[in-house]
């Protein structure tokens, strides 16, 4: 269905209420407002009546959308994470009656973002020397053989493995 303005709208209704016919609509509007390419087709008459008669209006629906999240929705959430910042969103959800994805909004809003304590070990002294030590032999090897960097494949890639 074509965008049609109210006034066009009211127009067509009008006159198809008052001659109960399709063509007689069609031949005023172009008449009416010009427009000789896109006279309302037979459904969208009929549906700008059936929409007339069952939601008494002409005017298109509010789409809605989703509700707005409350400051006391976020406080919420802010306060169970901050309470206990190893709970996992879908616990979380679970346990306020959210979804998943709400949680996540409301954690977001509330400025929490979700991040996993990564163990590492500590560098100590000699891991240092032997950095140093290594740089060092790579670079003699490299003075050794100048063309290996021509056969030699840098990527970004990694591969991460959870155990």
């Not at 298109?60 to 996992?88: C, F, W, Y």
């Not at 977001?108 to 590492?120: D, F, Q």
């Amino acid at each position: 269905m074509n965008r049609y303005t109210l006034e066009q709208r009211v127009f067509i209704i009008r006159v198809y209420w008052k001659t109960d016919s399709i063509q007689a609509c069609q031949e005023q509007f172009v008449k009416r407002f010009g427009d000789k390419r896109h006279p309302p087709s037979k459904s969208t008459i009929c549906a700008l009546a059936k929409k007339l008669e069952t939601h008494g209006t002409l005017l298109d629906r509010h789409a809605g959308g989703r509700e707005q999240m409350t400051q006391e929705t976020i406080t919420n959430v802010k306060d169970r994470l901050l309470a206990s910042p190893s709970k996992s969103l879908r616990r979380l959800s679970q346990e306020t009656g959210m979804s998943k994805n709400s949680c996540q909004r409301a954690a977001k809003k509330a400025k929490l973002h979700a991040y996993r304590y990564t163990v590492v070990h500590e560098l100590k002294e000699t891991d240092k020397v032997k950095r140093v030590r290594y740089c060092q032999n790579y670079q003699t090897f490299l003075q050794d053989n100048p063309t290996i960097l021509d056969y030699t494949w840098f990527t970004d890639e990694a591969w991460f493995h959870l155990s």
